[in-house]
């Protein structure tokens, strides 16, 4: 029986992600998608460096669609390619996730070389959930790497996170690597951050992902004009 309600889990969850595979490919052609966008700062001085764009599913019956939900269906599917084509009509940053970079290596690097030679920055999200394999990082031409959001909420409470995030750090260094903490939402890791000379965050306790049209009043309040 076991055996049985196994087999048949998997064959919804296969049934599932086609169906919702289909959805998103229409959801790209009828411009379902939207971005919102989070802040990126300096702990140092307060004041907004930048702000990630992020993909949002705005499905005309379930709402929005949580990303967790429809960015792994698009990475294993392809579908992410037009999706990321689309993005790249309203930004000029490629941000990808290090477990696309692994599992299509050849094609990313091809990607990757054309996105950089026309003058675009490259992101690696969620940096050390993939398996990471540091050899990657001098063969294809990354601009920054985002220390994930776990290694974040974990390293005051486990040494050997903190250690994983010190090493990352040196990467800042040694390759010449920007490196940003994403995921912040406490003062406590603000202050250990800080302390680790990592001073480029992002993360709820700054601000929440907001729309296109509340920039401007934001940029206007973190970064006053000088006089």
């Not at 307060?46 to 939900?69: C, K, N, T, Y």
């Not at 290090?98 to 996105?115: A, I, M, S, Y």
């Not at 920039?215 to 004009?225: I, M, T, V």
Request: with cysteine.
């Amino acid at each position: 029986p076991e055996d049985s309600e196994r087999a048949y889990a998997e064959q919804t969850n296969v049934v599932e992600s086609i169906k919702l595979a289909n959805e998103f490919k229409v959801a790209i052609a009828a411009k379902q998608l939207i971005l919102h966008y989070q802040p990126i700062y300096s702990i140092s001085t307060g004041q907004v460096l930048g702000f990630e764009a992020l993909m949002r599913w705005q499905h005309p019956l379930r709402g929005l669609v949580s990303p967790d939900e429809f960015i792994p269906m698009a990475e294993d599917s392809g579908l992410i390619i037009e999706a990321c084509r689309w993005a790249l009509g309203e930004v000029c940053e490629m941000l990808i996730t290090e477990r696309l970079l692994l599992k299509r290596p050849k094609n990313v690097k091809e990607t990757l070389d054309n996105c950089h030679k026309l003058g675009m920055k490259v992101v690696i999200d969620d940096f050390g959930t993939g398996y990471s394999s540091l050899s990657y990082l001098h063969q294809y031409p990354i601009d920054t790497l985002k220390i994930d959001r776990s290694f974040i909420h974990n390293m005051r409470s486990d040494k050997a996170v903190l250690g994983l995030v010190k090493s990352i750090l040196t990467l800042r260094e040694n390759m010449g690597i920007a490196i940003i903490a994403e995921g912040v939402e406490q003062l406590e890791e603000v202050q250990l951050l800080s302390q680790l000379n990592c001073d480029t965050a992002q993360g709820f306790y700054f601000s929440r992902p907001i729309s296109e049209s509340a920039l401007y009043a934001l940029l206007e309040k973190s970064n006053p004009p000088r006089h």
